[in-house]
């Protein structure tokens, strides 16, 4: 083989690697800095990849609506103390059955303090979002009955940057138990500067670290893909399927997103399915 061929081998090999690189930026990210993933999987600069099906990058969609109300963080806002208050919150817990282990755990004080101790919830927030956010709290923790998983699997993995305590276990605790895995629980300690590492078992016995922690993952996972629509940040949520909750269960997200925004005195987006 001559050299030329050879590197006209190695282009090829290049311009394929790049093409499978960027079809799969949902996984991989971009290359390029100014280059958005969209959510099918490509990347690129122009509108149909920066534009609303953004999925990562420099999205541009401020002020576009494209003729669909799926924002999230739209619609009317107020002071979280004021959104949900301390009667419609005991009014939202006194729905727990007595025998859920949960009952009387997840507490007003601490649910407002954890809300506070983010600086996006300091100041006026969407009803929407909160709606949304109660919805996923609730499902996690079937309607705030449980404070941690029922199976109780290791969920270690190697990790030198957040490596397993000898004899913990981090499987799902709190209100969003698809939580899991040691990385997530050391991620979480360093940012709320608490030894979940060492004593994972927190989450499940202070209601204000077990709000802490869905909000910190909400934040940081969920939040910058409001503008998406309930559907799509359900995915950050539970991952990319979609096609385990259906909109006729009881206990579906949609149903309760629902309810939470009538609860609230506000209409969901339009963007609830995925």
Partial sequence: ??????????????ILAETVFSQNCMDT???????CCSRWGFCGTKDEYCGFFCFSGPCNIKGKSYGYDY?????????????ITSA???????????NCSAKGFYTYEAFITAFKSFGAYKGKVAKREIAAILAHFSYGSKSFCYKEEISNERYCSKSKKYPCEPGKNYYGRGLLQSITWNEYYGAAGKHLGLP?????DLVSRSPEVAFKVAMWFWNRNV??????????ITKRVDGRECGNW???DTKNKVKQYIEFCEMLGVTPDQGLDC
């Fill in 1 to 14: 083989m001559t050299i030329k061929n050879v590197i006209f081998s190695l282009f090829i090999l290049a």
């Fill in 29 to 35: 990210s971009c290359p390029g800095l100014k280059e």
């Fill in 71 to 83: 924002n999230v963080d739209a619609g009317p806002r107020g002071k979280i103390e004021t959104v």
């Fill in 88 to 98: 419609l919150f005991d009014s939202i817990m006194s729905k727990v059955e007595s």
């Fill in 196 to 200: 979940l590492l060492k004593d994972p």
């Fill in 223 to 232: 939040r910058p893909a409001l503008y998406l629509g309930f559907g799509e």
């Fill in 246 to 248: 259906r909109r006729d």
